[in-house]
Each structure stands twice: as C-alpha cells, then as structure tokens.
C-alpha cells in the first residue's frame, strides 16, 4: 500500500487529502475547520471540480457539432454530466457544512465560480436551498453580478416561471427538427434595461451569437 501511493501523483494524493478531511470534518464548527486545514488543499478541490464541469461541458458541445443532438455519443456524455454534477453538488454541500460557503479571499477567484457553476447546474431543489448562498456572494463581489442573473433566470426556468434577464434558451424536438427559442421573458420591454444593471450587452446581440432569433423583432 505504501508503495502504490508513493507512485500516484501529487496532485492526486492533496486532492484525496482534503477530501478526507471535508468528509470527516462536519462535526466542528467552520471557525475551527478553516484554522485547522490548509486552505490550499480545499483551494484544489474546489479548483478541479471547476475544471470537470467545465470540461464535460465542452466535451458535450464537440460532440454535439461532430454527431448531431441525437447521437450515442451525445448520450453517453450526457450521462457523464448527470453523474459529475451529482457528485460535484454532494461535495459542495459537504464544503459548505464544514467550511461555509467558499470566499476569494481564502480561496481565491476560483473558489465561489466553482460553488456558482455547480449550483448552476444543479436540480432546482439545491439551486433553491443555497440561493442566499450566491446572493450575499454576489453582493459582496465574490460572484459577478451577470453571473448571478443567469442563476436567476435558470431558478424561474426551474419553477416554471419567466425570466428577468433573457439568459436562457429553451431546445426542445419539433416534428422531427431540433429548435431553441428564447424562454418566455417576465417584462420584454424593460429586458435590455434590467441586462444593463447587471452588465450584460443587448438580448438581441446574444441571441444572435446563440443562432436564436429575437422573438421581439
């Protein structure tokens, strides 16, 4: 045994590291957590789940551009999403019972984009749980406000209502033939305005570099 691990990586040996003591930390308060882990190792963490669902994500637009929405290709990455995103939300949630919701200041940039990304694509149920979560990030600038709306749009979505900032594309089959259209906005008239606030660029130029047409024109 000693042998095997002195020939893994060490990049592998921080990461099971500090996922041993994220499991096993719950018990204590987040003060004494931080004091008594290096956030170094927590940084890692936070930094290769980041890094995995980013890059199953660019996996799954490759793969769509090489064999179509419908392919088995296209499945089987789907498939790997779903589990990534699982087990990225189940960590999370671990990070944040031991160690409270990751802040730059100790863990750096990265560290709240990676709790952003993995909520963002997590069920609507979780999304719902840590809302306060991003919103005090937010506020306190550890996550962009543009990112933010698009947390807010995708939670509308998710309850089936409209969305405030026009973010979201909906895709769905019809008659044989794969469309995406704008999700139904909350208030078109003020869209653009409300984008502004938060630092986002005209609807109409994103739905152009999305291939969608502007249903408003």
Known sequence: MKLFMMRLPLSYLVLLLAMWTILSCADKPHTENQIRINPDSLRFVLEQMLAEDQEVRKNYTRLEKAHGPHSAEI???SRQMQDTDLEHIEK???FIL???FPKSTIYGRKGPLSAFFIL???SIEKQLLHYQHLAAATRTGDIPSDLFALFEDRVLMGLGKPQRYGSQIDC???RGTFRCA??????PDRVDSLRAVVG???LSEYLSRMGV?????
């Not at 047409?213 to 024109?217: A, V």
Request: charged letters at 15%.
């Open 213 to 217: 047409q502007d249903p408003r024109f």
């Open 172 to 174: 769905q089959q019809l």
């Open 75 to 77: 499945l089987a990455i």
């Open 92 to 94: 999370l949630e671990e």
């Open 120 to 122: 963002q694509h997590a």
């Open 98 to 100: 031991c160690y409270g």
């Open 182 to 187: 704008l999700y139904p906005l909350a208030d």
């Open 200 to 202: 986002m660029g005209p």
